[in-house]
T-cell receptor, first 107, second 113 residues
């Protein structure tokens, strides 16, 4: 089993749609969780950290379920500029990257 | 499928020595691999794009003579940090491209004393 697993997609959604990505991780001792955004062949950039209580940043909401070892990212009111690959990352000093979920937002 | 390994996972070395890090795609062939570096509390930074059979493309500010990249086969790219110094201490991570998706390795933590 991979340490971090994501649905690779692709997700093709219209502008304005709400889309959710899921990620599962295998190491129950993990303490740090992040969502990164990666544009084509660019370095991944931190989108948001994921906190135990769940957290929101504008149109983006991240949630963590430790019992199920599951992380989610919800994007509301999708914009064309949200088209990218979203990477789930677990760990801090010893980061493990998921393979990413590709999102395409269409007009 | 689509597993990428890195070796070693941890390196501690003396200043002035050279360190080689290997990045392997275990179950697919990758004509393109990427090398990233992450300093504490900073995001990943792309260092270079490694293309099988040709010279690597370095990002601005990355010294190609200091960070030697060799992509001699479709499953292996190596990054050699030459004459490493304490400021080179960082987390180095590679990714390999397969069908337009990048798969990341587990990273190599380098500590130069």
């Amino acid at each position: 089993r991979k340490e971090v697993e994501q649905d690779p997609g692709p997700f093709n959604v219209p502008e304005g749609a709400t889309v959710a990505f899921n990620c599962t991780y295998s190491n129950s001792a993990s303490q740090s969780f992040f969502w990164y955004r990666q544009d084509c062949r660019k370095e991944p950039k931190l989108l948001m950290s994921v906190y135990s209580s769940g957290n929101e940043d504008g149109r983006f909401t991240a949630q963590l379920n430790r019992a199920s070892q599951y992380i989610s990212l919800l994007i509301r009111d999708s914009k064309l500029s949200d088209s990218a690959t979203y990477l789930c990352v677990v760990g801090h000093n010893d980061m493990r990257f998921g393979a990413g979920t590709r999102l395409t937002v269409k007009p | 499928g689509a597993v990428v390994s890195q070796h070693p996972s941890w390196v501690i070395c003396k200043s002035g020595t050279s360190v080689k890090i290997e990045c392997r795609s275990l179950d697919f062939q990758a004509t393109t691999m990427f090398w990233y570096r992450q300093f504490p509390k900073q995001s990943l930074m792309l260092m270079a794009t490694s293309n099988e059979g040709s010279k690597a493309t370095y990002e601005q500010g990355v010294e190609k003579d200091k960070f030697l990249i060799n992509h001699a086969s479709l499953t292996l790219s190596t990054l050699t940090v030459t004459s490493a110094h304490p400021e080179d201490s960082s987390f180095y991570i590679c990714s390999a491209e397969n069908q337009e998706t990048q798969y990341f390795g587990p990273g190599t933590r380098l500590l130069v004393l």
